[in-house]
C-alpha cells in the first residue's frame, strides 16, 4: 500500500521583505516502499536571471550612487563589507570618515524619549547608524576624531557622539574602524551634549566644514538602502549557489 508523506521544501518567497524567513512549503508526495524518497532544496527566486526580493542593484549602479551621494569625498566602499571608507581634503586637513551602512543602533537615548503630539512611537527616530571622521593636518602628531551618529529617519541630520584629541601615528592612520579604536585606557572626554553650548556649535561648524552636513547625511541614508538591498541579493546569489539541487534524506 502507499503511504501519503509530506516533503518540505524551502523556498523563498518573491516580494517579501528583505530579510524576510525562508518560507517551509509542504508538498504532499505518495512514497512506496520502505525508504522515503530524497527531498530537493528549491529556491525558485534566486535563479542570477531572476527576480529576487525587491529591486535588484548591480555592483556597477551601487559605484554610481556612491559618487552621487559623496561627489565631494574619494569612496572605498567593498563587496561583503559593511563600512564605507571616504576621504577628502578640508583645507590643510586630511579628512578621513568611516560609516556603518549595514548595522544600525538604537540611538543612544532614544529608549527614554516619548513621542511628540500626534507622533506614533514606531514613526521616532530610534535607529540610527554610526561613524566617525578623523581630521589631521599632515607633520601634526595630534589628530581630531568625531563620533557620530546618522539617524535613519529621513531629513535628519548627523548627531555628534564625542569628539577626541588624540596621538596621530601610522597605526591611528591605517585604523578603519567605525569606534576610532581608542583603548579603554584612552581619557574619555565629557558627554557631548554636557559641552558648553557654544562649543557644541563650534564642533558642528567644523563637521560642516569638513563636508558632513545634512546632505551627507542623506546620502547616507539613500546609500545604506540600497548597500543592504545589494549585500542581501549577494547573499541570496550565494545560497543559490551552494544550496540549489541538493538533496537531504
Not at 171 to 178: G, I, K, L, Y
Not at 200 to 221: H, T, Y
Not at 225 to 235: G, H
Request: with cysteine; hydrophobic share 40%; aromatic share 6%.
Amino acid at each position: 500500500m502507499l503511504a501519503a508523506a509530506a516533503r518540505m521544501a524551502l523556498v523563498f518567497e518573491p516580494g517579501r521583505p528583505r530579510r524576510a524567513p525562508c518560507a517551509v512549503q509542504p508538498v504532499d508526495e505518495e512514497i512506496g516502499g520502505m525508504a522515503p524518497r530524497a527531498s530537493h532544496l528549491t529556491f525558485p527566486c534566486l535563479e542570477p536571471q531572476g527576480s529576487a526580493e525587491g529591486e535588484n542593484v548591480t555592483k556597477d549602479e551601487l559605484a554610481l550612487d556612491v559618487q552621487n551621494a559623496f561627489p565631494e569625498f574619494t569612496a572605498s566602499l567593498q563587496t561583503g563589507k559593511t563600512t564605507i571608507k571616504l576621504t577628502r581634503k578640508s583645507g590643510d586637513m586630511d579628512v578621513k570618515v568611516i560609516v556603518d551602512l549595514c548595522t544600525p543602533d538604537l540611538l543612544p537615548g532614544a529608549e527614554d524619549e516619548e513621542p511628540e503630539e500626534g507622533q506614533d512611537e514606531e514613526d521616532m527616530a530610534m535607529m540610527a547608524l554610526r561613524g566617525r571622521m578623523t581630521a589631521h593636518v599632515p607633520g601634526r602628531d595630534t589628530a581630531m576624531t568625531v563620533l557620530f551618529h546618522i539617524p535613519t529617519a529621513a531629513e535628519s541630520g548627523i548627531e555628534i557622539a564625542s569628539a577626541l584629541a588624540h596621538s596621530y601615528d601610522s597605526e591611528a592612520a591605517a585604523n578603519d574602524e567605525v569606534s576610532g579604536g581608542q583603548g579603554e585606557d584612552v581619557y574619555a572626554p565629557p558627554n557631548f551634549d554636557d559641552l558648553d553650548f557654544s562649543l557644541q556649535a563650534s564642533f558642528v561648524k567644523f563637521m560642516g566644514d569638513c563636508g558632513l552636513g545634512v546632505e551627507f547625511a542623506e546620502g547616507v541614508r539613500s546609500l545604506a538602502d540600497r548597500k543592504e538591498q545589494f549585500e542581501y541579493l549577494q547573499w541570496l546569489s550565494r545560497a543559490h549557489a551552494a544550496l540549489e539541487g541538493t538533496t537531504r534524506a
